[in-house]
């Protein structure tokens, strides 16, 4: 069993920046992969970026663009999403996810977080 609690979202400006964390437990090995997804009031779940436990490049949604930046603390067990050049179109619920590896990641993911509100102000 894996757990998974994110924390830092809130309210922020556009143009502004926020920085997500998502603390992961439990039976996690450094095959896993990780990611962020997002769900905006009335729309789909949709996948934001990856990452994988032991290294390599992460993958980003088109709508990205640069702006945000997936990262992870091995030795503390933390995901991390910075977010930068925030848009009022980025306001949803972000949640944090674990796969076995970056296709069940992207397609399925095994476990997720609790998720965690952005609310980007125009």
């Known amino acids: 069993q894996v757990q998974l609690v994110e924390s830092g979202g809130g309210l922020v400006q556009a143009g502004g920046s926020l920085r997500l964390s998502c603390a992961a437990s439990?039976?996690?090995?450094?095959?896993?992969?990780m990611g962020w997804f997002r769900q905006a009031p009335g729309k789909e779940r949709e996948f934001v970026a990856v990452v994988s436990w032991s290294g390599g490049v992460p993958s980003y949604a088109g709508f990205v663009k640069g702006r945000f930046t997936i990262s992870r603390d091995n030795a503390q067990k933390v995901v991390y999403l910075q977010m930068d050049s925030l848009k009022p179109e980025d306001t949803a619920v972000y949640y944090c996810?674990?796969?076995?590896?970056?296709?069940?990641?992207?397609?399925?993911?095994?476990?997720w977080g609790q998720g965690t509100q952005v609310t980007v102000s125009s």
């Open positions: 996810a674990a796969g076995s590896n970056r296709i069940v990641l992207i397609k399925s993911p095994e476990y």
């Open positions: 439990g039976r996690i090995t450094s095959s896993y992969a």
